[in-house]
């Protein structure tokens, strides 16, 4: 009777296997690193410059919000972009691909890795979103597998996402995204017909810091040999944030302005220097 069960353990098993391995054939290869093409800087909207140049459709209160960032970075502070104080690139933003990207495929959850930002899930094992939805700067992502040409083989991943944290901006020239976190963010990838070392992604915002939604096209090219390196943006990081104005760590250790006319932060929880 034990050898009996021991073969039947044995045949589920392959029968499982083999079920996986056919399950994964359904699905397009999206392996290797994913970079911008060559010449790409990192402007949320690829066709236009970044910054002003972007003519992003933001309603009248965040545009002056982003005016307001151009000129604290013109006089010499960090304009609004978090990620100089080490917070996450969040969605939008990490899909510029400023580090590469790796898509890591399994049939219920696709993963989007870089060597940056912290890692990202989209959930395709057919869920709806939580009730109660714990915010993060990437959100939560639920996608869903398509196949547009019924040749029994999927090829077109479309996701939505929601749940945000916040700050969060488009692109490093500071370009904001409400404060309320309530974007829904919607893509849609596939690799190119004509070269497969492409993939396109359409992306469309959602937010109430813009008078309506903008969508935007993303190319990524693959290299399928490249290289890894772990990017801690934590090392030697001179930045720091006191109430809400943006310092810096001088080389000597000191705490020092980042713009003209800069007050110092508030010392009350500090004894006076004796000198």
């Known amino acids: 009777m034990m050898g009996r069960s021991m073969i039947a353990v044995f045949a589920l098993s392959l029968v499982a296997t083999a079920t996986l391995a056919q399950d994964s054939n359904k699905y397009p290869d999206w392996s ?3 970079k911008r093409p060559a010449g790409v800087g ?17 309603t009248p209160e965040y545009q002056a919000i982003f005016e307001a960032r151009v000129a604290d970075r013109d006089a010499g502070g960090l304009g609004g972009d978090p990620t100089g104080l080490c917070l996450p ?13 790796e898509f890591v495929v399994t049939p219920k959850v696709t993963y989007v890795l870089t060597d940056y930002t912290t890692p990202r899930r ?27 040409d019924n040749d ?8 939505e996402s929601r749940g945000f944290k916040s700050p969060r901006t488009f692109e490093g020239s500071g370009l904001p995204l409400h404060e309320d976190g309530q974007s829904i963010i919607k893509e849609r990838f596939r690799l190119d017909p004509a070269n497969s070392d492409f993939m396109l992604n359409e992306t469309t915002v959602i937010d109430h810091a813009l ?18 390196f772990i990017i801690d943006c934590a090392d030697n990081n001179p930045h720091v944030m006191v109430g ?3 310092y810096m760590i001088s080389a000597d250790g000191y705490l ?5 006319g800069q007050l110092v932060p508030d010392p009350r929880y500090f004894q006076s220097r004796q000198r």
């Open 32 to 34: 290797g690193q994913w």
């Open 244 to 246: 809400k104005e943006f």
């Open 122 to 148: 989209i959930f395709t094992d057919g869920r709806d979103f939580p009730r109660d939805l714990q915010t993060s700067f990437n959100g939560y992502s639920v996608g869903k597998w398509i196949d547009t």
């Open 256 to 260: 020092m302005p980042t713009r003209g």
């Open 152 to 159: 029994g083989k999927f090829d077109t991943l479309e996701v």
């Open 89 to 101: 690139h969040g969605m939008p933003r990490m899909m510029i691909a400023i580090f590469p990207i």
């Open 42 to 58: 990192g402007q949320f909207d690829l066709t236009k410059p970044p910054g002003r140049g972007q003519q992003a459709p933001l």
């Open 211 to 228: 008078t309506r939604p903008w969508t935007v096209s993303r190319r990524y090219q693959r290299d399928r040999d490249g290289e890894w």
